[in-house]
């Protein structure tokens, strides 16, 4: 047996015998739907440059508004069209063959939702593309509303109530982690025995703290990743390849029952 398949059917072993997996997804998990992710070549970050997008500068100027919400008009009609992949199907079945505790995201796209997982089983860490608040009144758009504006023209949506500066749901750099989302992912990660990481670069904190969380509380850790991160030396298995394929043919061995290898 290949060492790859062979993997394949440790993991699935692992999760068949384990009480408590916790799945943690980045933007590799989506790659596969067509939302590009931020590290990759062709990725956000060779288009754009992360120091514009600070939460500081998005509340202190006109013309980071401006350029933010260039990008985000950008970003989010791939997003907004996009379908959940072979991956986020794998995890939402985890759920129905009762092997998840949760899934705790980095992702901002809904897919996971979108593919059958319980909304209550999704931790979104960075929030949600989905909606748009004020950051005065905290009024609630739908995303769809904002984005008909800006493809309109509008270059820095207002809010119709209070006239306030509108921002998406999401968590931007510098801004404050959603405290309950944090605090339970945290949480659960110190108290589960097998954590699984899948498409994330592991290089945005403090999510990036999570893997090590739970190994250093017990948990074998899984990565399964297009390409290496710093932090594979400490996993118990490291799976190098799509997130689509890895995750279906995980869940068919989970589903088959095999001996253990
Ligand atoms: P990242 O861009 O830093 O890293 C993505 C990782 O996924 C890389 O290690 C890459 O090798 C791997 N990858 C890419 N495609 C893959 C595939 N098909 N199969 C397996 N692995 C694949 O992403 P990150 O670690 O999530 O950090 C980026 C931040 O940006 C996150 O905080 C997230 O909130 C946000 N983001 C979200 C989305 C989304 O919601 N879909 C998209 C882009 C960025």
Not at 162 to 175: E, M, N, R
Not at 196 to 202: P, W
Not at 224 to 252: K, L, Q
């Amino acid at each position: 047996m290949e060492h790859r398949d062979s993997l394949i059917r440790q993991v699935a072993d692992w999760i068949r015998t384990s009480k408590k997996v916790i799945v943690f997804t980045g933007a590799g998990v989506s790659t596969e739907s067509g939302i590009p992710d931020f590290r990759s070549p062709g990725g956000v970050w060779q288009k754009y440059n992360p120091e514009d997008f600070y939460y500081q500068k998005f509340i202190s100027s006109e013309a980071s508004r401006e350029k933010y919400w260039q990008m985000s008009r950008e970003f989010y009609e791939p997003l907004k069209n996009a379908e959940p992949n072979e991956a986020h199907r794998a995890i939402a079945q985890l759920e129905k063959l009762g092997k998840l505790d949760c899934v705790i995201t980095q992702n901002i796209d809904n897919l996971h939702q979108r593919a059958g997982s319980s909304p209550e089983k999704v931790i979104e860490l960075h929030g949600t593309a989905v909606s748009v608040s004020c950051l005065s009144c905290r009024k609630k758009y739908p995303r769809e509303e904002i984005q008909a504006r800006l493809l309109k023209g509008a270059r820095v949506p207002l809010c119709d109530v209070c006239g306030g500066i509108l921002k998406p749901d999401t968590v931007s750099f510098g801004q404050p982690m959603p405290p309950r989302e944090t605090a339970e992912s945290f949480d659960r990660a110190r108290s589960c025995d097998l954590f699984i990481v899948i498409g994330s670069s592991l290089v945005v904190q403090p999510a990036a703290s999570l893997p090590l969380e739970a190994k250093e509380h017990g948990a074998k850790l899984v990565m399964i990743n297009r390409d290496p991160t710093y932090h594979d030396v400490y996993a118990d298995a490291v799976i190098h390849g799509s997130a689509g394929e890895v995750m279906r043919r995980i869940v068919e061995a989970v589903r088959e029952n095999p001996p253990s290898v």
